[in-house]
């Protein structure tokens, strides 16, 4: 079993759409979880972290963790196609700097 | 924000040949910087972990003598693949932590180097 299970999709939405993106972890070290997305050829780019259970938001971004269920999500509002892109969470340790990454939903917002 | 360069962004090379990716942090310091090879349509598989001023720290089936890291100063690391093959092909990325941010700060990744062996 991976450490860290995220649906490769892909995933195609209409413009506007509301998008739900979703990892679950094994490891209940996992304390911190970030969430990164990735277009074509380029590196990862943060879009959001949290340490904590419970949501966090950034303009159409909210991320949120369940840790009791070892469950988080990335949620994006009025989708627009500049959002087409690989999105990977990423979760970390509470001791160490090692990241472990999901495999990553390909994501396409249709205009 | 905080911001990590990568050079080169492409490189095209014969077999047998070595190369060398430079990783530079340009506004911080990074006592720690990561080294991820990302095979196409697959996540990031975490290479090495550069220390600044030591030995870096390699990921079980990563050989060592064949990706070399230095990690000279606070703002930059290099990756060298050394006698390179068509397998070793592949986008290579590298990422930084902000000295003095604590282990759970997020690293900040390069914009990646694809590596093409022929």
């Known amino acids: 079993q991976k450490e860290v299970e995220q649906d490769p999709g892909p995933l195609s939405v209409p413009e506007g759409a509301i998008v739900s993106l979703n990892c679950t972890y094994s490891?209940?070290?996992?304390?911190?979880f970030m969430w990164y997305r990735q277009y074509s050829r380029k590196g990862p780019e943060l879009l959001m972290y949290t340490y904590s259970s419970g949501n966090k938001e950034d303009g159409r971004f909210t991320a949120q963790v369940d840790k009791s269920s070892k469950y988080i999500s990335l949620f994006i509002r009025d989708s627009q196609p500049s959002d087409s892109a690989t999105y990977l969470c990423a979760i970390g340790e509470t001791s160490g700097s090692r990241l472990t990454f999901g495999e990553g939903t390909q994501l396409t917002v249709n205009p | 924000g905080a911001v990590v360069s990568q050079h080169p962004s492409r490189v095209i090379c014969k077999s047998g040949t070595s190369v060398k990716i430079e990783c530079r942090s340009l506004?911080?310091?990074?006592?720690?910087m990561f080294w991820y090879r990302q095979f196409p349509k697959q996540s990031l598989m975490l290479m090495a972990t550069?220390?600044?001023?030591?030995?870096?720290?390699?990921e079980q089936g990563v050989e060592k003598d064949k990706f070399l890291i230095n990690h000279a100063s606070l703002t930059l690391s290099t990756l060298t693949v050394t006698s390179a093959h068509p397998e070793d092909s592949s986008f290579y990325i590298c990422?930084?932590?902000?000295f003095g941010t604590g282990s759970n700060s997020p690293l900040h990744f390069g914009n990646g180097t694809r590596l093409t062996v022929t």
């Open positions: 990422s930084a932590r902000e």
């Open positions: 490891n209940s070290a996992f304390q911190y």
């Open positions: 550069s220390n600044e001023g030591s030995k870096a720290t390699y």
């Open positions: 506004d911080f310091q990074a006592t720690t």
